[in-house]
């Protein structure tokens, strides 16, 4: 499977990206009459990712989250058995998210319960994300997404097996 590259900003802070053409994206929603997991292009995820919808239904606080589902196997990224899970739906699905559920991989929140966040910028956003991690209101099958603001890092995880 092929590695994802770093991705840089403007600002020098980088996270590993992964390709959107390979991983789905998915938007996390919680206390919301929408799907708590879409796709960017607004396909109702919940179905086919039942461990994902159900943690972002039962967030203590209202969030929009953007990330990369994940599925692993064997200690890897395993982006066929991702497209496998991504056509399950009911018992299947149930089996599938009991057996090795998805992850989501988050690298941005675009709204809480105060409002958007889009205007705001990223390394604002970013902070309040890690803090919602530390604090312990986002955990698994949450995972903060790696960001530094070196590059050299960002080439080292790339490298890392």
């Not at 994206?25 to 796709?39: E, F, H, L, N, V």
């Not at 066929?80 to 559920?101: E, I, M, S, T």
């Not at 929140?109 to 970013?126: H, K, N, Q, S, V």
């Not at 209101?137 to 890392?160: G, H, K, N, Q």
Request: proline share 10%; hydrophobic share 40%.
């Amino acid at each position: 499977m092929p590695r994802p590259a770093p991705s840089c900003r403007p600002s020098g802070r980088c996270r590993a990206d992964w390709p959107s053409s390979r991983n789905p994206t998915a938007t996390a929603r919680s206390s919301s009459p929408d799907p708590a997991a879409k796709s960017r292009n607004g396909s109702d995820l919940s179905p086919a990712f039942p461990e994902i919808a159900a943690a972002g239904r039962a967030l203590r606080v209202p969030l929009v989250l953007d990330g990369e589902l994940v599925v692993a196997a064997e200690g890897r990224l395993d982006f066929g058995q991702l497209q496998q899970w991504a056509r399950r739906r009911g018992a299947g699905a149930r089996l599938a998210a009991r057996d090795n559920p998805a992850h989501l991989i988050v690298f941005d929140i675009l709204d809480t319960a105060d409002g958007p966040l889009l205007d705001e910028p990223y390394r604002a956003r970013r902070a309040l994300l890690e803090e919602l991690f530390a604090h312990g209101v986002l955990a698994d099958p949450f995972v903060l997404c790696s960001a530094t603001t070196d590059p050299a890092t960002a080439e080292d995880w790339l490298d890392s097996d």
